[in-house]
């Protein structure tokens, strides 16, 4: 069976809490990525968003992306993830079967209410997605927002239909039809 | 899109686990895939609490 990360919030408290899902994300990436096992050096462990987030802009909010979250994770805990581009959705498919997981920006406004974890917010958000169901193809996706802070919220992991997925990610500001952004784990099923 | 794609499909969801790794290390070694598009949003936005 896949590893599965424990869920980190975004709503945690800390500085920039609602502008960390990049910064969740990549903290539950980072989980996938290490199976849980402390790099033990200097840093904290488990991974923190505000860590994250401190590491990506120590003075300022505001939204941030792959490749900075990818440059933080990796100083604070030796995650190397794989950035890449406009992949195909069916390619997307075979790097998560094949035993990775992956960080995904996608657009907030065409998310349906049973999965909306931030109801009025339509703008850009980063998600974690661990694997696929091969019954029905869906994906486990770890939205930062559900944290079921109120009861009509989602609480943590949910699985997504795929054509949501694709919808969700698709629809992300720069980026080619049926196609995704994604920062990728290492195969942790070797 | 890269033409490496075009060329060799991505296998079926029930194919066997060694063709979906095999398909995925071609890709990530693709250079094509690690470009960033110019017009990329340049990251997420702030939710509501």
């Given at each position: ?21 990049n ?40 939204g941030s992306d792959l490749e900075e979250n ?35 920006p ?85 | ?39 990329l949003?340049t990251g ?6």
């Amino acid at each position: 069976m896949v590893y599965r990360p424990p869920f980190i919030r975004q709503g945690d408290g800390s500085r920039c809490q609602w502008s960390n899902c990049n910064c969740a994300a990549h903290a539950m990436a980072a989980m996938r990525h290490r199976l849980g096992v402390d790099p033990k050096n200097v840093h904290g462990w488990p991974p923190k968003p505000a860590e994250i987030r401190n590491r990506v802009s120590p003075t300022h909010c505001g939204g941030s992306d792959l490749e900075e979250n990818h440059n933080a994770v990796l100083h604070l805990y030796g995650v190397d993830l794989l950035v890449r581009y406009n992949i195909p959705m069916a390619t997307f498919r075979s790097l998560i079967i094949s035993g990775r997981g992956a960080v995904v920006p996608i657009w907030y406004g065409v998310i349906p209410a049973k999965y909306d974890a931030s109801p009025g917010f339509t703008g850009g958000h980063g998600i974690y997605v661990n694997e696929r169901r091969a019954s029905d193809g869906a994906y486990l996706v770890y939205d930062p927002l559900a944290d079921h802070r109120r009861a009509s919220i989602p609480q943590g992991p949910q699985w997504w239909p795929a054509s949501l997925l694709q919808k969700a990610a698709e629809t992300f500001p720069g980026t080619r039809a049926g196609c995704v952004h994604a920062s990728f784990t290492r195969d942790t099923e070797v | 899109m890269p033409v490496k794609d075009q060329q060799k499909p991505p296998p079926k969801a029930k194919a066997p686990i060694e063709d979906h790794k095999r398909h995925a290390d071609e890709v990530l070694a693709d250079e094509a895939y690690k470009v960033k598009p110019a017009t990329l949003n340049t990251g997420n936005d702030e939710a509501k609490p």
